[in-house]
């Protein structure tokens, strides 16, 4: 299994983007703040423990227990890399930091050939392929606005933050290209995964934006962008000519099928020809064959079934205009912001018609059977999925030609105990729903929630989405200011802000002019008079979704 660098990035950054601020710095890249800077690589170390112990059976299988360890993953790598006739071990003591020796390290220099070639080694390329030399994902058309906007779209404050000089941005541009050409994989990996936190990618949240980027992604050369690779192998141009003679072969092969299959034809034609002629002679002399009583007995059926035919289809075309009469939920119809109007070209606008999903228990519900809310979701995210609703929601179908569905799903702000199901809705209501609907409170907000609740309210593009959660989140550190004295409330997912604010936090943590905000203790915000007890829950991990990817492998 093998994991686009340059994707996984874009996936982090995409996370890590809302917790970046302009005021303040940021030194590494993969530390947070207040964290120290010698821990950058707990959280690596911690989740490598965690697969290892989980997949233990299979790892003793090829390395014994007492030798699992972080460090192996870059001896690992070299193995793999030497593996390879290609690769020289020079650049592989110089990639991994080894040393060659006293007079070898004088002597024997880093040579960029061997050093790129090696990269293409350790980025899983196949060095004994015609792909080898394939280039990395990039645009066909740097200069073209929509890259700009989903450049901010996905590292807004990233770009803000380190400014433009920064030598990050031509780092984040690829990391984009990258995203956007492996959209699919990243899909079907959401997909297996109802509750995968990489559902909130921003990306994902505009259809338009990232089907038009696709158009102008591509690994193949682009002239006054990127011609040439480096770092190819020897006999990549040979595999390429074997490939190319492999093709004509197949083409040739496929030739002299085709040639086979139309002179069986050709006979059988001939066959047909003095068939009908025979009977045509026999007809001419009042002789009744076989041919021509099955003949009059096809045309008299034909005419039967077209007439029953008739009478279903406008029997049918009834029905159906009754239920679409009567039907209670009328399907409501969004027409999302497109994010390009302002270049020539003309991109299709996509439309999302919200339904209701029949689950196994019969009933019908605005969500489809087996969906679930994001993990570890921030509140920018959740506040899309909140106005927007989930809708490039898919569901992979399967079987030989793995067909994808879409089933979109409604702004969360229309959701109802009476429309999600009871496991799905004590989920939301408990984590989403309190802070997300105290943010709507908001006197800036009142007009979009009067508009979505009356189905008049169309896709908010990311820019008006911005300043109506910056609104929300004033009134929301207005109302509980005891929140702004914690320096990590910008880091907090959704569920962690819900349980921040509820009656009893508030009645804890707040100020007093939080408290005299709080309103009337009733028997469901009561404090209980004696401790519960809890049963805790195994925590799903990122683990689990490595053991899905490696299942799939």
């Given at each position: 299994?093998?994991?686009?660098?340059y994707?996984?990035?874009?996936?982090?950054?995409?996370?890590?983007?809302?917790?970046?601020?302009?005021?303040?710095?940021?030194?590494?890249?993969?530390?947070?703040?207040?964290?120290?800077?010698?821990?950058?690589?707990?959280?690596?170390?911690?989740?490598?423990?965690?697969?290892?112990?989980?997949?233990?059976?299979?790892?003793?299988?090829?390395?014994?227990?007492?030798?699992?360890?972080?460090?192996?993953?870059?001896k690992?790598?070299?193995?793999?890399?030497t593996?390879?006739?290609?690769?020289?071990?020079?650049?592989?003591?110089?990639?991994?930091?080894?040393?060659?020796?006293?007079?070898?390290?004088?002597?024997?220099?880093?040579?960029?050939?061997?050093?790129?070639?090696?990269?293409?080694?350790?980025?899983?390329?196949?060095?004994?392929?015609?792909?080898?030399?394939?280039?990395?994902?990039?645009?066909?058309?740097?200069?073209?606005?929509?890259?700009?906007?989903?450049?901010?779209?996905?590292?807004?404050?990233?770009?803000g933050?380190?400014?433009?000089?920064?030598?990050?941005h031509?780092?984040?541009?690829?990391?984009?290209?990258?995203?956007?050409?492996?959209?699919?994989s990243?899909?079907?990996?959401?997909?297996?995964?109802?509750?995968?936190?990489?559902?909130?990618?921003?990306?994902?949240?505009?259809?338009?934006?990232?089907n038009?980027?696709?158009?102008?992604?591509?690994?193949?050369?682009?002239?006054?962008?990127?011609?040439?690779?480096?770092?190819?192998?020897?006999?990549?141009?040979?595999?390429?000519?074997?490939d190319?003679?492999?093709d004509?072969?197949?083409?040739?092969?496929?030739?002299?099928?085709?040639?086979?299959?139309?002179?069986?034809?050709?006979?059988?034609?001939?066959?047909?020809?003095?068939?009908?002629?025979?009977?045509?002679?026999a007809?001419?002399?009042?002789?009744?064959?076989?041919?021509?009583?099955?003949?009059?007995i096809?045309e008299?059926?034909?005419?039967?079934?077209?007439?029953?035919?008739?009478?279903?289809?406008?029997?049918?075309?009834?029905?159906?205009?009754a239920?679409?009469?009567?039907?209670s939920?009328?399907?409501?119809?969004?027409?999302?912001?497109?994010?390009?109007?302002?270049?020539?070209?003309?991109i299709?606008?996509?439309?999302?018609?919200?339904?209701?999903?029949?689950?196994?228990?019969?009933?019908?519900?605005?969500?489809?059977?087996?969906?679930?809310?994001?993990?570890?979701?921030?509140?920018?995210?959740?506040?899309r999925?909140?106005?927007?609703?989930?809708?490039?929601?898919?569901?992979?179908?399967?079987?030989?030609?793995?067909?994808i569905i879409?089933?979109?799903?409604?702004?969360?702000?229309?959701?109802?105990?009476?429309?999600?199901?009871?496991r799905?809705?004590?989920?939301?209501?408990?984590?989403?729903?309190?802070?997300?609907?105290?943010?709507m409170?908001?006197?800036?907000?009142?007009?979009?929630?009067?508009?979505?609740?009356?189905?008049?309210?169309?896709?908010?593009?990311?820019?008006?989405?911005?300043?109506?959660?910056?609104?929300?989140?004033?009134?929301?550190?207005?109302?509980?200011?005891?929140?702004?004295?914690?320096?990590?409330?910008?880091?907090?997912?959704?569920?962690?802000?819900?349980?921040?604010?509820?009656?009893?936090?508030?009645?804890?943590?707040?100020?007093?002019?939080?408290?005299?905000?709080?309103?009337?203790?009733?028997?469901?915000?009561?404090?209980?008079i004696?401790?519960?007890?809890?049963?805790?829950?195994?925590?799903?991990d990122?683990?689990?979704?490595?053991?899905?990817?490696?299942?799939?492998?």
């Open positions: 299994m093998y994991i686009c660098l994707t996984a990035l874009a996936v982090y950054f995409c996370v890590m983007n809302t917790i970046w601020v302009a005021s303040e710095s940021v030194d590494f890249i993969f530390i947070r703040n207040g964290s120290k800077k010698g821990s950058a690589s707990s959280n690596y170390c911690d989740y490598v423990r965690k697969w290892a112990d989980r997949c233990k059976d299979k790892i003793s299988l090829f390395i014994r227990p007492d030798h699992t360890n972080v460090h192996g993953v870059r690992g790598s070299a193995t793999e890399a593996s390879s006739p290609e690769t020289s071990l020079p650049s592989v003591f110089h990639r991994g930091e080894w040393s060659l020796g006293v007079v070898l390290d004088v002597y024997w220099k880093f040579a960029q050939k061997g050093d790129q070639l090696l990269g293409r080694i350790l980025a899983g390329l196949d060095p004994d392929s015609s792909t080898f030399d394939v280039l990395p994902p990039h645009f066909t058309k740097p200069d073209d606005p929509r890259i700009n906007v989903a450049m901010e779209l996905c590292f807004g404050n990233i770009l933050m380190l400014g433009n000089d920064s030598f990050m031509p780092i984040l541009l690829r990391c984009l290209a990258s995203l956007v050409h492996h959209e699919g990243l899909r079907r990996i959401i997909n297996k995964i109802p509750q995968h936190p990489w559902k909130c990618l921003p990306i994902f949240c505009d259809e338009v934006l990232i038009y980027l696709k158009t102008i992604v591509t690994t193949k050369p682009t002239p006054g962008i990127l011609v040439k690779s480096t770092g190819s192998a020897r006999h990549t141009k040979i595999m390429k000519a074997v190319e003679i492999l004509i072969v197949k083409e040739d092969k496929k030739e002299r099928a085709q040639l086979r299959e139309e002179r069986k034809l050709l006979l059988e034609d001939v066959k047909k020809v003095v068939k009908n002629a025979i009977e045509e002679k007809m001419q002399n009042g002789h009744l064959t076989y041919e021509s009583f099955a003949k009059i096809n008299r059926e034909q005419k039967l079934v077209g007439s029953i035919q008739f009478t279903m289809d406008a029997a049918v075309q009834k029905m159906e205009e239920m679409r009469k009567s039907k939920t009328a399907a409501r119809i969004m027409q999302p912001h497109n994010p390009g109007s302002e270049t020539d070209e003309s299709e606008t996509v439309q999302v018609t919200y339904q209701n999903y029949c689950h196994d228990d019969g009933h019908s519900y605005y969500v489809p059977n087996q969906y679930d809310l994001p993990q570890k979701t921030r509140m920018l995210p959740a506040f999925l909140w106005i927007n609703g989930d809708a490039m929601n898919e569901k992979t179908i399967t079987n030989r030609s793995a067909a879409k089933e979109p799903v409604r702004p969360f702000l229309l959701w109802n105990k009476d429309q999600i199901p009871k799905l809705w004590n989920k939301f209501k408990s984590g989403w729903l309190k802070v997300l609907s105290t943010m409170e908001a006197e800036g907000l009142n007009a979009v929630k009067m508009a979505i609740l009356n189905g008049e309210q169309s896709h908010v593009d990311e820019r008006e989405m911005n300043l109506l959660f910056d609104e929300g989140m004033k009134y929301l550190l207005a109302r509980h200011e005891f929140i702004a004295k914690n320096k990590t409330f910008l880091q907090w997912t959704v569920t962690t802000w819900s349980h921040k604010i509820n009656y009893i936090s508030v009645l804890k943590n707040g100020t007093e002019a939080d408290k005299m905000r709080l309103g009337e203790e009733t028997r469901w915000n009561r404090k209980h004696s401790r519960r007890t809890v049963k805790k829950r195994k925590r799903q990122m683990t689990s979704i490595t053991d899905a990817i490696l299942r799939e492998e």
